[in-house]
């Protein structure tokens, strides 16, 4: 915690700093301020104030500013004076502090009455980041509310739509199939917002078990790979890559899955038709290395700052559907368990996001 101190005589001043110096941060105005002649000083940040009489004459205008631009946050003054001077002091003056110690001082009195003060600082903002946090989370669900209802809404009014103009009984047969992959795609939509809204809840909620199976990790790649595909219907190629000797390694295989599935989906979701998918993967001595490339339309550097999180996408993706969760997710998963994702990307040219999922922490068995 850190104490800001004005007091006028120096040698008053200089005990003060050597004493309290011994358990907290302490910075010192060398010399008296005088009112209207502000000082780099006054704008530090502080979490008590220590004055004498004499500084608060000239100070209590600002102290009464700092304390108004601190609030709801606690932010103590305390005043060192001869207790025959508080008669002195006016009462709009002494009344700005909170608390006062009367010379001539007592170390063990003054250690006490300033440890007191900084505890309620803590409490105070303590409180404070718990309001704001609760502020946030309220924002938050204000906002999935109103992503998940727009989401939503799109796909019900394109089947909604179609579903008329299928009743029509001279429609064509080849504008009959138009409709019905139409109404699919909407549905596909839809199962893919809930998944993402389910997964993300489930994380909010519980967490994520971290059951490590040993796992021949090579070919489970191959085989999700083949399972994206044929969910995905696409005609991107996905290579794959095994660096090194990967045979069977301990890891949570539901982790793995959801942090594959979702990368390589938004990697075909995001690239150009017939364009190509790298997975790879190399097994380290006490983590696991998965890298996904694509040559898709790439994340503005303005964007990658915020790319995880939730409901946040990347401001070149157009109309391309997406919830904004996939990778807050993936980051979520990630990090439970110990382990790191980075993102490296270049507009239109395409991105490349390594996840490092160590095998001590959770995922060995």
Known sequence: MRILIFVEQMENRRLLADWLGRYYEVVVGESAVQAGKAVPLLNESFDLCVLDGAALHHLWEWVQARKRAEQPVFLPVLLITLQADVKLLTRHLWQTVDELIGKPIE???????????????????????????????????????SMVSHEFRNPLNIISGFTRLLEQPDLPSERRADFFQRIQAAV??????????????????????????????????????????VGNNTNRTIEFDCENECFTVHVNEALLRQILTNLLSNAIKYSPPYSTVWLRLQCQAEAVVVQVQDEGIGIPPADQVRLFESFYRASNVGKIPGTGLGLAIVKQVVEQVGGAIAVSSQVNVGTTFTVTLPLSNGLNG
Do not use: W, Y
Request: aromatic fraction near 4%; include cysteine; hydrophobic fraction near 45%.
């Open 107 to 145: 170390k063990l009195e003054l250690r006490a009455r300033v440890e007191m003060l900084l505890r309620s600082r803590r409490l105070s903002l303590q409180l404070q980041a718990a309001l704001e946090q609760e502020r946030e989370l309220k924002q938050l669900k204000s906002h999935f509310v």
């Open 188 to 229: 596909n939509s839809m199962t893919a917002l809930l998944n993402d809204v389910l997964e993300f809840g489930k994380l909010e909620a519980n967490g994520l078990a971290a059951n490590s199976v040993p796992l021949a990790i090579a070919p489970f790649c191959r085989e999700l790979i083949e399972e994206i595909k």
